[in-house]
């Protein structure tokens, strides 16, 4: 194959690829060419939860959201697409906090959304019940709700992004994976392939786990850690309807967060450290019996009536884990022609849109929506981490 020159190359084709790709076609990039060891799609967004929400403690990440949520709402419009859909399921998020230190933390994170012009609650035991009447409160837990909030479908996003970003002139090239760099020195000069070289001024990786790749092609560091999350489904006689909000419990060990999972299912996983694997794997993972034991004895505290529930499905995703849980956007020091978004920690597909475009405006020269100098690599050689109220994980 003869090798071909684009302005701009994505490496990787998941929901941030995708993304990144159709703002740069909508921002007015001309030759744009995507990569994906596989399919659009396939990738670890395909084992989301889809939650959406807009609480955080990182400012930055607050804003993110936000803007993000506004493209979920409205996606059809949002792409252009009349036939497209995000799959929102708008019912709200509750989030409930026990204890001095983490109480604290929730309320002053309640207070900055609210400055930030988010509409968000405070409810007590009461309120908490109204809304999501499977679970019991404590009078002496501070719960925050947050209305426009709830759920999506990552893959119906994945691909409504990738098929708007074809409509504009993108090229995506399915089952090709890049092999390595092409570089002049410190200047990036486009990817390597099996099916051949593809030249271009800027490549960014939008690579997930497979990020780790870069520290093979490149003299760089990539703090990045694959982990393994385990998820499950329970059944129970008290359903958990798609009306009822997402819920994150920050008062139980598993720090762990529910939403419906249709009919009287309900999903549920832990916000804490997975199973770190030794390298990029998207199989799926064992999830043990005690395992499920475990979570649902956490369960049952919260939600009584799914003491006896039935394990309806299990599976594992795969996240691409930093130290401080949240990404790093931007270049790297030293090397020229390369733009990253990798280490999402399973904040990436909330993100999408708005990450999508703050990356498109980066790397054609634009003002960002939203400073990337706190996402940039260098801050763990620093010193500098990015975590929030809760600490590394969780909430963030």
């Known amino acids: 194959m003869q090798p071909q020159s684009f302005d701009i190359i994505v490496i990787g084709a998941g929901v941030i690829g995708a993304s990144v790709a ?9 030759s744009v060419l995507v990569l994906d060891r596989d399919q659009v799609g396939s990738g670890t967004g395909a084992q989301s939860s889809g939650i959406l929400r807009t609480h955080y403690s990182v400012p930055e990440n607050v804003r993110l959201a936000h803007q993000s949520w506004a493209a979920f709402a409205a996606y059809a419009d949002y792409v252009d697409d009349p036939e497209a859909s995000s799959g929102l399921v708008a019912c709200g998020y509750m989030i409930a906090a026990r204890g001095d230190e983490r109480v604290s933390a929730l309320k002053s994170s309640i207070a900055a ?9 405070e409810v007590d035991a ?21 209305p426009q909030a709830g759920y999506a479908d990552a893959y119906l996003v994945n691909t409504g992004f990738a098929r708007a970003a074809r409509r504009r002139g993108v090229k995506i090239l399915e089952g090709v994976a890049a092999t390595g760099l092409i570089s002049n020195g410190s200047q990036v000069r486009g990817v390597k392939t099996a099916q051949g070289d593809f030249h271009a001024d800027l490549v960014i990786s939008t690579q997930n786990m497979w990020a780790l790749e870069l520290a093979h092609w490149l003299p760089c560091q990539v703090p990045l850690v694959p982990e393994r999350h385990q998820v499950i489904a329970l059944q129970a006689e008290a359903a958990y309807t798609s009306q009822m909000p997402v819920f994150k419990d920050l008062a139980s060990e598993g720090m762990l967060y529910y939403r419906s999972y249709g009919g009287k299912q309900m999903l549920v996983s832990e916000g804490l450290v997975g199973e770190a ?5 998207n199989t799926q993972g064992d999830v043990s019996l005690d395992k499920v034991v475990e979570i649902g004895a956490q369960v049952a505290l919260r939600f009584p009536a799914y003491a006896e529930a039935q394990l309806a499905s299990a599976w594992t995703g795969v996240y691409d884990v930093t130290p401080d849980w949240n990404p790093v956007l931007g270049s790297i020091p030293g090397v ?17 849109p708005a990450v999508g475009k703050v990356m498109a405006q980066a790397a054609l020269g634009l003002p960002t929506d939203v400073c990337l100098a706190p996402y940039r690599i260098e ?4 010193g500098k981490l990015l975590v929030g109220l809760y600490g590394a994980g969780a909430v963030s």
């Not at 009461?126 to 947050?146: K, M, S, T, V």
Request: proline share 3%; no cysteine.
């Open 126 to 146: 009461a309120g908490a019940h109204d809304r999501l009447p499977i679970a019991e409160f404590h009078e002496h837990e501070l719960i925050g709700y947050e």
């Open 22 to 30: 159709f703002h740069l076609a909508e921002l007015g990039a001309k």
């Open 336 to 352: 020229e022609g390369l733009l990253v978004a990798f280490g999402f920690s399973g904040h990436g597909f909330k993100l999408s």
């Open 379 to 382: 801050r763990f050689s620093e």
């Open 113 to 121: 959304q609210r400055q930030m012009g988010i509409t968000v609650e």
């Open 277 to 281: 694997l030794a390298a990029p794997d």
